[in-house]
């Protein structure tokens, strides 16, 4: 697809940060007792990147990958969701990293417990860690910087390295008019064991859309509590704190919150509803969706996330996101997500809805709706 000045289409939104090859097992129980494993794609930024693609915005994703078979599986699925991967950097030396899930359920000895889950992750000196300011001369990742109206960053990168911190601070200071810095903590205190976390603070209080978790921010600030971080973190025209499995609240600077409850889910993988939150949330900023309806769009995007056991799943149909988002309040609390499919009494008296999902959200969005 070619913009009109005939170059690849534009990037919308851009995810940078490093991404693994993951290795799935193939049934719960400790490692000794898998029989094999199965090659999928994982990463926080990258999940993000996915979730987006899918939920029709166009969207990149910038990083380093080891010159090996993990790197081109990696960039090669992620260009399969729809993501561009034109500025993603292979790297001759240094590999692709890699983690492991760990599952439970099987009942074996030393097995985590139903629902529960476990990432081993095997990354340091990895492509990634490479990353630095130098990436801001090059042309392809400078085109995409240049023109995406949102830039998406987390926690994990700057933990990675001295290079990688120096690259996130660099991106925070290049503001241009329009463009929104979208931060996520994703704190990750193993990787934070042999580095300086208190360089954070700075960091999260530069972005313009700060996103927390209620108990990792327990665990990074000592505090969860959503009006306790807003004061903790004043620059950012929005705070939204998410409240696993229970609220996400949206604050901006001038007091105002919104608050909205989670869905009913049947959990199949937890890992990566986070992030398809956040795109969900990103999304809907980007149409221009007023704060209740990004919050349910987050919330609608981690359920699908919720649902599958990868770290990321296929968003809901037009139709539904549409009924949903316009739900009342009673509607939205009795809607249940399975991995059959979702049910909801907004559902039951929804018309025929948008063809697309894009559509869906453009209509919304530029009609205020609800």
């Known amino acids: 697809m070619a913009d009109q000045d005939g170059g690849a289409a534009t990037a919308r939104a851009v995810c940078l940060g490093e991404s693994m090859a993951v290795l799935l097992p193939d049934r719960p129980g400790p490692f000794e007792a898998v029989g094999a494993f199965r090659p999928s794609v994982g990463g926080a930024e990258s999940n993000v990147a996915s979730a987006l693609a899918a939920l029709g915005v166009p969207t990149a994703w910038i990083s380093r990958v080891g010159a090996d078979g993990f790197g081109r599986r990696l960039t090669g699925d992620l260009a399969a969701a729809?993501?561009?991967?034109?500025?993603?950097?292979?790297?001759?030396?240094?590999?692709?990293?890699?983690?492991?899930?760990e599952t439970g359920g099987s009942g074996l000895p030393h097995?985590?417990?139903?629902?529960?889950?476990?990432?081993?992750?095997?990354?340091?000196?990895?492509?990634?860690?490479?990353?630095?300011?130098?990436?801001?001369?090059?042309p392809a990742a400078a085109a995409l910087l240049d023109r995406a109206p949102l830039l998406h960053l987390t926690g994990i990168t700057p933990a990675l390295s001295d290079d990688c911190l120096a690259l996130v601070r660099a991106l925070l200071a290049r503001r241009r008019p329009g463009r929104l810095v979208?931060?996520?903590?994703?704190?990750?205190?193993?990787?934070?064991?042999?580095?300086?976390?208190?360089?954070?603070?700075?960091?999260?209080?530069?972005?313009?859309?700060?996103?927390?978790?209620?108990?990792?921010?327990?665990?990074?600030?000592?505090?969860?509590?959503?009006?306790?971080?807003?004061?903790?973190?004043?620059?950012?025209?929005?705070l939204v704190v998410k409240d696993a499995g229970?609220?996400?609240?949206?604050?901006?600077?001038?007091?105002?919150a919104v608050t909205e409850a989670a869905l009913a889910v049947e959990v199949v993988e937890p890992?990566?509803?986070?992030?398809?939150?956040a795109a969900g949330y990103l999304a809907g900023t980007l149409r221009g969706?007023?704060?209740?309806?990004?919050?349910?769009?987050?919330?609608?995007?981690?359920?699908?996330?919720?649902?599958?056991?990868?770290?990321?799943?296929?968003?809901?149909?037009?139709?539904?996101?549409?009924?949903?988002?316009?739900?009342?309040?009673?509607?939205?609390?009795?809607?249940?997500?399975?991995?059959?499919?979702?049910?909801?009494?907004?559902l039951d008296s929804a018309v025929v809805g948008p063809r697309s999902l894009p559509e869906a959200l453009e209509t919304l969005g530029t009609s205020g709706h609800p």
């Open 246 to 256: 229970h609220l996400v609240t949206a604050l901006d600077r001038d007091g105002g």
């Open 182 to 238: 979208s931060f996520d903590l994703n704190w990750r205190p193993a990787l934070w064991r042999r580095r300086d976390p208190s360089v954070l603070p700075a960091l999260l209080d530069a972005a313009d859309v700060l996103l927390l978790g209620a108990d990792e921010a327990e665990d990074a600030f000592g505090t969860g509590d959503p009006a306790a971080l807003r004061k903790r973190f004043p620059s950012p025209s929005v």
């Open 271 to 277: 890992t990566g509803a986070g992030d398809a939150f």
């Open 111 to 138: 097995d985590l417990g139903a629902g529960r889950s476990r990432l081993h992750y095997y990354r340091t000196g990895s492509a990634a860690s490479a990353l630095s300011p130098a990436l801001l001369d090059d």
């Open 289 to 346: 969706l007023d704060q209740r309806s990004r919050l349910r769009l987050g919330h609608l995007s981690a359920a699908s996330a919720l649902t599958a056991p990868a770290d990321h799943g296929t968003p809901p149909d037009a139709r539904t996101v549409a009924a949903l988002l316009a739900a009342d309040e009673r509607a939205w609390a009795a809607t249940r997500v399975c991995v059959s499919g979702i049910t909801s009494p907004a």
């Open 82 to 101: 729809g993501v561009d991967v034109s500025a993603v950097a292979v790297d001759p030396h240094r590999p692709t990293g890699v983690y492991l899930k």
